[in-house]
């Protein structure tokens, strides 16, 4: 009895030490949820009510619609429909009848599914509409479409999208109906904002920017236009407010609506101009093909390689880049930065957030620099950091954000001195897992399951050391080229030349401006963005050479992804070819140069590089020089031009060989093992044909296939590393009977101009060393310089021309540009005329040097 009594009390206490420390536990993870409750707990974003969106914030590329399995969503899925609009596009008129121009305050508020049923209905039956977008971006990681207007024949609609976001595909045959003609302005982004948010492709567009852009028109905006045409104007700030807010102000109700009334009257007169600029129609013609180039893009999301990477590289390259050698500091600073971004950047995508609403750069420059300790100091920094930023809307902006004010005890994590990459995958799990502080939502559950797909899978290093090292490698490897090679400053400046009757030439840089204006060519019209008008008659029009890329304003990003932080030139054509192009095929160069970032150049020139073995062996023409040998121990070529040489394969030795023989025997002479040196003075001896050498031979062979500024440089290296090579020289000299004597090889002036004389003459792979060159035989300059020979020779300027387009398919089906500029033609032609002051024209470039 007494036993059990004593086991029963030890169970009873084991229960309640248990059930202590269950509710224990309970407690301490309601307290802590309690400290770190996150604010859209409690906050509640019109968003949220969304039941499906297409383009969520993970890291996985965007979805388009796709009509069948072997488009696999990389084509567009019209673009059979928008490239006959671009052959013959369809002809309307954009009003019929009366005109009345009084926009009246009614107007129909779209909101149910019934509703947008019965307007597909009405717009089935149009054969023109006026359309405009309203967005928000500010509370969004890629921002959402918050209104559409829509009018037509007078009656203006305006489409709650936030209501009616999962019912939105009822509109998509409407806008994708080649026989209805939607009027746009400035239509670059709503083209793509429709595709993000609806699946909607526009099809058969009319954008009265590119009517402006056609007519020289001084301004472009609608603003302009609707005080031009309409004598009504509008204040365009509205454009900045909280589109999301229901219901909307009267004010912001009656711009939406004047954005889209007098739409389609301002077309119709835009169109009146250009039939009365031109009388055979071709402007108005222009202006459809050109307003149809823009249905052709395809909204991307900006996937990195890690996350926040790019902005990181933005705000070190801007802010704390340093001069000189490196310091501890900097380089401390510069790696809060990335973690900082790399946080922000997952933040934002978690919580459906703007990057600048949860931390702006001027705060992360703040914090890197000063690196503060307590939660206090953490909200002073980024205030007072947010007090020198100018507001870019109407927004009053809590600062810091109420993101951050719920996670503030991520920062302590980032600020350790060795913080290691797996702790952001912590992070995330900490705030999204099973007991995560913040909420899933449509937007931020795919990052659970994907962001190992991207980031983190990067980051793991702990279970295999050397993959990491190597990852570690290639991103370092990687940042060093973006910021050795990548561009500067813009590349593109939009300025613009018009002709002197006031139709425009051309975009061009800053230079090309400065050129006619120092010269009284031309005189200055605009000064921001700068345009200037030409003096004199030009000798041609964009038109007229068919060159409609040069009249288009072009963007400072990667034609290929979009990535604007950083991009270099890329030569579709390459150069090895190019140069060698008759003048008028290749002085306007600007088509076939265009920007990529380094992940695009990277698929780019692979291509490109197996592209030219293609064409090495399509014509038969190598693309290295096999052998070279030296003219003066060549044979004689016969009368028929062949020569003894020709059949022996064997004659002459690699210009590699030989220049690495050459530097060898120069540089380290006598310190070289005898069996070596033997075999490194052979392949010299073989290229001048079996004759003894001098030192005099030895810097002639090095110079083998060097272009000028290679031995400019080799000049200035000289006298340090050959210091070893007159021994070598005096030893064999020794050794020949026949040779030169060891006194005059030693005699030899190491520092005398050597023979820049040099030339290569092509002959079934081996060189014939002559007289005078710029290639370099190591690269691909010989076999470029004989493929645009025999192309000349046999198909004349018209296989230069098919030639060009076939690398510019080459790019397109290896890097799939969705960015290129409009005007951008796989067939463009290439060729212009010289006029009196063309740079290209050899009379006034002497007269004007």
Not at 100 to 106: A, F, N, P, T
Not at 152 to 164: C, E, F, N, P, V
């Amino acid at each position: 009895m007494e036993n059990r009594h004593k086991i029963k009390i030890v169970i009873t206490f084991a229960c309640l030490t248990a059930l202590s420390f269950f509710f224990a536990k309970q407690y301490r993870k309601k307290r802590k949820q309690s400290r770190t409750c996150c604010y859209l707990k409690t906050e509640s974003k019109p968003q949220a009510s969304f039941k499906r969106v297409l383009a969520d914030n993970s890291y996985s590329p965007f979805k388009h619609l796709k009509f069948s399995e072997s488009n696999e969503g990389l084509e567009h899925p019209y673009k059979a429909k928008i490239d006959a609009l671009l052959i013959e596009p369809f002809k309307f008129k954009f009003l019929e009848g009366n005109v009345d121009m009084e926009m009246k305050e009614s107007y129909v508020w779209v909101e149910k599914e019934a509703q947008l049923e019965e307007l597909v209905d009405i717009l089935s039956n149009e054969k023109v509409i006026a359309v405009d977008t309203e967005q928000h971006g500010l509370r969004s990681f890629l921002g959402f479409t918050a209104l559409i207007q829509v009018s037509a024949k007078g009656r203006d609609y305006l489409i709650d999208t936030i209501a009616l976001h999962d019912f939105m595909g009822i509109l998509r045959p409407v806008f994708a109906n080649p026989s209805i003609c939607k009027v746009f302005h400035g239509a670059d982004n709503d083209v793509i904002w429709l595709q993000r948010d609806f699946h909607i492709y526009v099809v058969n567009l009319f954008d009265t920017a590119k009517a402006c852009e056609l007519l020289s028109k001084p301004q472009k905006s609608l603003a302009y236009l609707l005080e031009t045409y309409c004598n009504v104007t509008t204040n365009k700030q509205l454009q900045r407010e909280d589109w999301r807010q229901r219901p909307l102000s009267a004010e912001m109700v009656k711009y939406a609506q004047t954005d889209v009334h007098y739409l389609l009257y301002i077309a119709h007169c835009l169109a009146l101009e250009l039939k009365q600029e031109d009388t055979g129609s071709s402007l108005l013609l222009e202006t459809s093909r050109r307003s149809n180039s823009l249905c052709l893009q395809l909204f991307s999301k900006d996937i990195e390689a890690s996350p926040g990477e790019s902005s990181a590289f933005s705000i070190i390259t801007k802010h704390l880049s340093y001069q000189g050698g490196p310091s501890s500091n900097i380089i401390y600073s510069q790696e809060l930065v990335r973690r900082l971004c790399t946080w922000r950047d997952i933040m934002a995508r978690l919580h459906d957030e703007s990057l600048r609403y949860v931390l702006s750069d001027h705060a992360i420059v703040a914090l890197a620099h000063r690196v503060p300790v307590s939660n206090a100091e953490i909200f002073e920094t980024i205030s007072q950091a947010d007090l020198t930023v100018d507001s870019l809307n109407q927004f009053a902006l809590q600062s810091p954000s109420p993101l951050i004010c719920s996670h503030f005890e991520d920062f302590h994590y980032l600020f350790q001195d060795k913080l290691s990459d797996p702790e952001f995958d912590l992070i995330l799990q900490k705030h999204l897992g099973p007991d995560g502080s913040c909420p899933l939502s449509i937007y931020n559950y795919a990052l659970l399951s994907k962001i190992n797909l991207k980031p983190t899978d990067r980051l793991v290093s702990k279970q295999n050391g050397t993959k990491h090292a190597k990852r570690v490698g290639k991103k370092a490897s990687r940042l060093l080229f973006v910021k050795k090679f990548s561009c500067k400053a813009p590349v593109y400046h939009n300025c613009r030349i018009y002709a002197n009757d006031g139709r425009m030439l051309c975009y061009c840089d800053r230079k090309k401006l400065e050129w006619y204006l120092q010269r009284g060519l031309a005189k200055l019209v605009e000064e921001d963005p700068p345009a200037i008008m030409l003096l004199f008659e030009p000798k041609g029009r964009p038109e007229d050479e068919d060159n409609d890329f040069y009249v288009q304003s072009k963007k400072n990003i990667c034609v290929g992804c979009g990535e604007g932080n950083h991009y270099l030139r890329y030569r579709i054509i390459p150069s090895c070819y190019r140069v060698h192009f008759p003048e008028h095929l290749k002085s306007h160069r600007s088509h076939d140069i265009v920007l990529v970032c380094v992940d695009c150049h990277e698929i780019a020139h692979a291509s490109a590089e197996k592209h030219k073995k293609k064409v090495a062996s399509e014509f038969g023409i190598p693309l290295f020089v096999h052998r070279v040998t030296d003219s003066g121990q060549a044979p004689p070529l016969e009368e028929d031009g062949s020569s003894d040489q020709t059949a022996n394969k064997e004659t002459g030795v690699s210009p590699l060989q030989l220049r690495t023989a050459a530097m060898a025997l120069l540089r380290h002479g006598s310190r070289i093992p005898p069996s070596r040196r033997e075999e490194l003075m052979q392949v010299v001896v073989e290229y001048y044909g079996g004759k003894e050498i001098s030192q005099d031979d030895l810097e002639r062979a090095l110079l083998v296939g060097m272009t000028p500024l290679e031995r400019k440089r080799l000049k200035k290296k000289k006298g340090l590393s050959f210091i070893h090579s007159t021994s070598l020289i005096k030893n064999v000299a020794k050794k020949n009977a026949n040779g030169m004597m060891s006194d005059e090889v030693a005699n030899l002036d190491l520092t005398s101009p050597v023979d820049d004389t040099l030339d290569s003459t092509e002959s079934n792979g081996d060189v014939l060393i002559s007289t005078q060159s710029k290639l370099s035989l190591l690269g691909h300059g010989p076999h470029g310089n004989q493929v645009v020979d025999h192309i000349l020779k046999e198909y004349g300027d018209d296989g230069i021309r098919e030639f060009c387009q076939r690398w510019r398919r080459v790019f397109v089906e290896a890097v799939h540009p969705r960015f290129l500029p409009s005007g951008w033609d796989v067939k463009h032609s290439g060729r212009r005329d010289f006029g009196e002051f063309s740079v290209y024209h050899r009379r006034s470039k002497k007269v004007l040097e």
